[in-house]
């Protein structure tokens, strides 16, 4: 078992700055692809971004340039720049043992979740 624990959310002006982080505790030991999703209100989850063991990493095209996936010790980060009106939502960080990492990996295949944490972006 895994268990996530996620912090760092709030409110911002845009253009503002956050860094959310992930708290892993369990059987860290394993070899997880690491991802961090969305939930707009009445959306889908949106995949963000995601980091696999190998530290190769993917963004969605509409935080690149602007978002950053990290991984170090247990802890996921995401630091969000320049954040937008529509970067509004519940974000939750996620984990799993098995072969594929998001993209390429539906959100849905993912075994591990946190409770998320609340970014809302208004002026």
């Known amino acids: 078992q895994l268990h996530l624990v996620e912090s760092g959310g709030g409110s911002v002006q845009p253009g503002g700055s956050l860094r959310l982080s992930c708290a892993a505790s369990g059987y860290t030991d394993w070899r997880y692809c690491w991802g961090w999703f969305r939930q707009a209100p009445g959306k889908e989850h949106e995949g963000v971004a995601s980091i696999d063991s190998d530290g ?48 390429q990996k539906h959100w849905s295949g993912y075994n591990y979740w946190g409770q998320g944490t609340q970014v809302t972006v208004s002026s």
Do not use: H
Request: include cysteine; charged fraction near 20%.
């Open 56 to 103: 190769r990493i993917t963004y969605a095209d509409s935080v690149k340039g602007r978002f950053t996936i990290s991984n170090n010790k247990n802890t996921l980060s995401l630091q969000m720049n320049s954040l937008k009106l529509e970067d509004t939502a519940m974000y939750y960080c996620a984990a799993d043992p098995l072969g594929g990492c998001w993209p």
